[in-house]
């Protein structure tokens, strides 16, 4: 297994869950790391970004609530999701990009879902 991903569940909407994602030290080359998610019915969207140098990026629905961050020694990409919305409700899956070649693994989604 490329990626592994733990930490979803069920939590109250307000209330806060926090994704982890352990990446095979057999990935080599990593440009980024990332969290997407898709729900029935939904697209597909990149949720949060964080590259090798450190830079991030959210999706507008979810920027202020959702923090990325990565440990180089673990080798893991975490998601810490506050705040959560009825619509954060999803598939979230971990997604690791390498370059030279360009290949991006996908791991295995665990659900969120956030209730009323």
């Known amino acids: 297994v490329q990626l592994q991903a733990s930490g979803g569940g069920l939590v109250q909407a307000g209330g806060s869950l926090r994704l982890s994602c352990a990446v095979s030290?057999?990935?080599?080359?990593?440009?980024?790391m990332a969290w997407f998610r898709q729900g029935s019915g939904k697209e597909r969207e990149s949720v949060a970004t964080i590259t090798t140098g450190g830079a991030t990026n959210y999706a507008d629905s979810v920027r202020g609530r959702f923090t990325i961050s990565r440990d180089t020694a673990k080798n893991t990409v975490s998601l810490q999701m506050n705040s959560l919305k009825r619509e954060d409700t999803d598939v979230y899956y971990c997604?690791?990009?390498?370059?030279?070649?360009?290949?991006?693994?996908w791991g295995r989604g665990t659900l969120v879902t956030v209730s009323s």
């Open positions: 030290k057999n990935i080599h080359n990593i440009e980024s």
């Open positions: 997604v690791v990009v390498t370059q030279l070649p360009y290949v991006r693994y």
